[in-house]
């Protein structure tokens, strides 16, 4: 069902809009409502949808997908989940950095897992190779839009330690949030840790 709304009307849902918002007293009852301590970032294709799954498999402290709690009027109000998913191609971190910011900010982070897999389709490609084509397709020149150690994967190993080195080197990811990079196998469904920096 799709829905027209009166624009005038959306700011309804917006927190910051509402008579008598203080943002100090929403901040805490963000941090009350979902007890997230863990962001997981990984890859978009389908075939890493399980991802989240088996980390708090292999992490029995954690839950995903967890349940949501309504309250007295049915309003979805929070969530048992403990992992978020942040889900960008090849599962890189320079995407995910304003999405560990927010997160951290409204709910406090323990932990950020960097999750790559195997048989990546950014592994079938390299940044020279996406430029060329791009130049040659769509006339555009994306040499200078992007860095090339966060475009392609060439390596496992070493996309997951610049990544993990990317999110230990920004000012939005604080010291005592542990940052660890896994391999995560598609046809088995298991990790392989090979970055733990705590």
Partial sequence: MTVTPDPNTLDRFVYSQQPGYNETATRAAFTNAVPLRTIVIYCYDPRAAAIPVELANLWPEETYPGDLILDEHGSKVGSTATIFPVVVAGGRAVDALRSITIGHHLFGLENVVVAHHTNCGTSSFTPRGLFDAYDAEEGVDLSQTYGTESLAIGHLE??????????RQSAAVPAAVHVFGYVFDIDLNEFTLVIDDD
Avoid at 158 to 167: A, P
């Fill in 158 to 167: 070493s996309s997951l330690r610049y990544d993990v080195d990317l999110l």
